[in-house]
């Protein structure tokens, strides 16, 4: 019973806020969540990412290590994605990165912090951040078909990542000023983007479920296989290995609509959309099945 306890205690706050902002954007068709991105991209994500990489323990060969394991999620992924992607008849290249770029921001850092505190939030981060580059780069790159640095030399998240290792790879202590400023950041963070991310489940549409529901499927349906094979082969235990698991289940990021919205047609946008909403929604089933089973195992 007290498992199950814990399972509410992570879960109830994440869909709680997430909930209360599908209800301000179902109310308010107009809602504007402008504020919301370009403070989170600008400010939010990189207090949070220094915030969880410095200051909760994690170490730098760590945060390699998960790094890592990050990309390999993202190659098998890749070519699974690109497979189905043919089977289906869709754009392979332009529809890839809601298969490969999954939600390990606005939901994976919150539900992993929540599971297994500090420690589990900077496991976290490290595999977010792999995430969080992809997006501005890979994603960039398959949204427009074109190679371009311009999005990541812009991304103001790349540079935290790199102060954050500088960080870990030196040693050197967070000056507690830097570490209340990021910690207050992180935690506004945290609650904005939850609450964006519900706020664009209701403005998003779903205009092909079929092909949504395929692809929602290989997302989140494999995503933990995936994570258990690499706790598995790489013989991972404790609370790492839980964290590994739930972000691997986690559902396609927003993120991966915004940037297509800027870089590919319309038709292509609408599916991305679709995958979006399905693969959310749907896990709002799965990923309780996943905290539950990392909670009990790891």
Known sequence: MELYFKLIEVLFPVFFVIGIGYWFGKSDPDFDTTFITKFTANIGSPGLILFAVTTTGINFNTFLEFFGYALICVAVFSIVGILVLKLLNRDFVRELPPLILPNTGNMGLPICLFAYGASGLGIASAIFCVIILFHFTIGVLLADRKISIKPLIK????????????????????????????????????????????????????????????????????????????????????????????????????????????????????????????????????????????????
């Open 155 to 298: 991304n103001a998240p790349f540079y935290a990542i790199l102060i954050s290792m500088l960080f870990l790879y030196f040693e050197v202590d967070t000056p507690k000023f830097v570490e209340n400023t990021s910690m207050l950041l992180a935690y506004a963070t945290i609650f904005l983007v939850l609450m964006s991310l519900g706020v664009g489940l209701s403005k998003l549409k779903v205009f092909s479920f079929k092909n949504a529901f395929i692809l929602s499927l290989v997302r989140i349906i494999l995503g933990p296989i995936v994570g258990l094979a690499i706790i598995y082969f790489f013989k991972l235990d404790g609370f790492a290995a839980g964290v590994l698991l739930i972000q691997s289940a986690m559902p396609s990021a927003i993120l991966t609509y915004l940037v297509g919205q800027l870089y590919s047609p319309k038709e292509v946008v609408d599916s991305i959309a679709s995958t979006i909403v399905v693969s959310t929604t749907l896990s709002f089933i799965t990923v309780p099945i996943v905290v539950f089973f990392a909670l009990k195992y790891f």
